[in-house]
């Protein structure tokens, strides 16, 4: 009689560890599923912005490419005043230069508006990938704890 008993709490305690054991594991496998998953969307958050990034390096050089040229532009109207040798020389030389600067003014101004426009573009684009990657995390993260709730209350069901 008393093996019986040895023999089927021994089984009872087999009977109850294994669901457990299975729970555990299937909670396991989602949890490293859902860390995989969150994983994956900071890896892609990273990536464009990074791409946004690089986009808005490539319009801030652009830009000061443009406002280069203009200067240069302007500098070189500039120099023609110091080459007059009459008044009336001067004077077109002056005008020349004045139209000259100001329109090298208006190309830098507006090269660095298309650029700041760039990097606002380029930083929305990052937050958006930011956002979406926690969306995604906080998404997997649940269905892991759903699973893991999910498979706590198939195990106290058997027991």
């Known amino acids: 009689m008393k093996r019986i008993l040895v023999a089927l709490t021994s089984v009872l305690l087999v009977s109850t560890a ?3 054991t299975a729970t555990h594991s299937e909670a396991e496998k989602a949890q490293l599923k859902a860390n995989s998953e969150k994983s994956e969307a900071q890896a892609t958050a990273n990536k464009k912005k990074a791409e946004a990034q ?3 390096d490539k319009a801030q050089a652009s830009a000061n490419e443009d406002k280069a040229s203009a200067q240069a532009d302007a500098d070189k109207n500039a120099a023609k005043m110091q080459k007059a040798t009459t008044p009336k020389e001067a004077s077109d030389a002056r005008a020349d230069a004045a139209r000259a600067q100001a329109k090298a003014d208006k190309k830098k101004r507006d090269a660095q508006a298309k650029a700041d426009r760039k990097k606002h573009d380029a930083a929305n684009d990052a937050n958006v990938a930011q ?28 027991q």
């Open 131 to 158: 956002a979406k990657a926690n969306k995604e995390a906080v998404e997997a993260q649940n269905d892991a704890n759903k699973k893991a709730a999910d498979q706590k209350v198939d195990a106290a069901k058997k």
């Open 18 to 20: 294994h669901p457990q």
């Open 54 to 56: 690089s986009d808005a």
